[in-house]
């Protein structure tokens, strides 16, 4: 395990480009499996997470060539996957585990067992099982809820799903699996989540439509992508962005960034609390299902914050970025709060307990609740200490405490910081250059 210093910054000046967005490549590489004709795929994210994913397209029998510049799938159909030797290992990916069931549960009489790291095996995987086992399939998960887990594949019915937790992973499997379904399946959130997969089914040819919070598939004989271009992630982006608004002296350009609106969450909170930042955000398309993904540049300079309320409608559009909320709440004026975010509890940590205890060892005023937490803010730049934190394995959590550091008065050890590989493996290279800058 590595334990990485981020030291007091200066300031962070200059461009940057994020690594490619964690979401839509895992769902390129799935997408691409899945369809019959070769799909290239350009700024493939090279990530533990996303490599996890081409593995396992791979055992299910898709090839995967790799050029200078871009992926080429070759799919094996909608309905041929093919029945590997042994398990297929996600990983530590979350995404990959749950979206993956949903094509697999299609193949009529065959089986899949996935497994994955221990921070999987934690992971519920009973959200998944319910609905695709109303669809046809059968799912046998340790202790009813875990991975491992074995899917039968079996003939598929449509369903009308509710979903009982505002999940992009639940949505996106239950839609795959409504591909091979007879008639529509139709999903209803009950708040709106990243909706990355039905804008590549979109533009694989798929009817989907939307109507307020209900989002229908109707099923296909194959899927018909080209290519798919990956913009920069803003999740990861955001760490940055949080970094420049932190550290005094500080404006950076955040370049070739995906906008999509149902991931923006974070910058609007951000520009609430009073965060200087200049960027076209795409708009709520409404009904609309556009079949690419918006990307810009963003533009933030340090500046002051005053403390936010985040309520559970907006907790979706930000889910993996409330770390962050709660390092800017240090540094922010007042109060506070997210409320409505017990969801953070199943991420690759249980992230409501790991950042609240993170953040307070290094001097924050920060308390957890049930379903988020609340941060009583001193007020102006170097508000937090600083000391050690541990990423427990968390990528998002490694990559918050190194960000605490630059930001803080006394600098922050972070113990396993490798665990920003899963997302961002040149993290500590992007950062050194911005503070060059
Ligand atoms: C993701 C959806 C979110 C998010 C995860 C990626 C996706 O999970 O936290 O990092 O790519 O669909 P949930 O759908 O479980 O909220």
């Not at 995967?64 to 996957?81: F, H, I, Y």
């Not at 005053?306 to 409608?313: F, S």
């Not at 109060?335 to 993170?358: C, H, M, N, W, Y």
Request: glycine share 12%; net charge negative; aromatic share 2%.
């Amino acid at each position: 395990m590595s334990t990485v210093r981020f030291d007091p910054a200066r300031r962070l000046r200059g461009q940057v480009t994020p690594p490619a967005d964690k979401s839509i490549s895992h769902r390129a590489a799935i997408l691409g499996a899945m369809a019959a004709e070769p799909v290239r795929i350009r700024n493939y994210l090279d990530a533990a997470d996303t490599n996890s994913t081409l593995a396992a397209m791979q055992q299910l029998g898709a090839l995967v060539q790799v050029g200078p510049d871009e992926l080429v799938l070759r799919g094996t159909g909608l309905r041929q996957a093919a029945e590997p030797d042994g398990p297929i290992d996600v990983g530590n990916a979350g995404t990959l585990m749950r979206l993956l069931p949903g094509w697999l549960a299609g193949q009529e009489d065959r089986s899949y067992t996935l497994d994955g790291d221990a921070s999987i095996r934690r992971r519920p995987v009973d959200r998944i099982a319910e609905p695709l086992e109303r669809m046809g399939a059968t799912i046998e998960a340790t202790d009813g809820r875990l991975p491992p887990f074995t899917i039968h594949g079996g003939r598929l019915r449509s369903i009308a799903y509710d979903l009982p937790v505002a999940s992009a992973q639940v949505k996106s499997c239950v839609l795959l699996a409504g591909l091979m379904a007879d008639g529509a399946t139709t999903v209803v959130e009950p708040a709106p989540s990243r909706d990355h997969t039905e804008r590549m089914l979109a533009a694989a040819g798929v009817t989907v439509n939307r109507n307020g919070r209900h989002v229908a598939v109707t099923n296909a004989d194959e899927l018909v992508l080209d290519e798919v271009i990956v913009p920069g992630d803003p999740s990861s982006a955001a760490f940055l962005v949080a970094a420049a608004v932190l550290v005094p002296g500080s404006r950076i350009t955040v370049r070739a960034t995906g906008t999509n609106w149902t991931r923006t969450g974070f910058l609007r909170i951000l520009e609430r609390m009073g965060g200087v930042l200049v960027g076209d955000l795409e708009d709520d398309p409404g009904d609309d299902v556009p079949p690419d993904e918006p990307v810009g540049d963003l533009e933030v300079a340090h500046g002051p914050l005053v403390g936010t309320v985040v309520e559970a409608d907006e907790v979706p559009l930000a889910i993996d970025e409330l770390p962050l909320v709660a390092l800017l709440g240090c540094f922010a004026e007042g109060e506070t709060v997210v409320r409505g975010a017990q969801e953070l509890r199943v991420k690759e940590s249980d992230r409501i307990a790991t950042v609240v205890g993170g953040l307070r060892g290094l001097g924050a005023d920060i308390e957890a609740t049930e379903d988020g937490f609340v941060v009583r803010g001193v007020g102006g730049p170097k508000s937090l200490r600083g000391g050690t934190i541990a990423s427990h394995g968390d990528h998002r959590l490694a990559m918050l405490g190194a960000i605490a550091g630059l930001a803080s008065r006394e600098g922050v050890e972070v113990d396993g910081m490798e665990a920003a590989d899963v997302s961002y493996p040149t993290f500590a290279d992007d950062v050194a250059a911005l503070l060059r800058g």
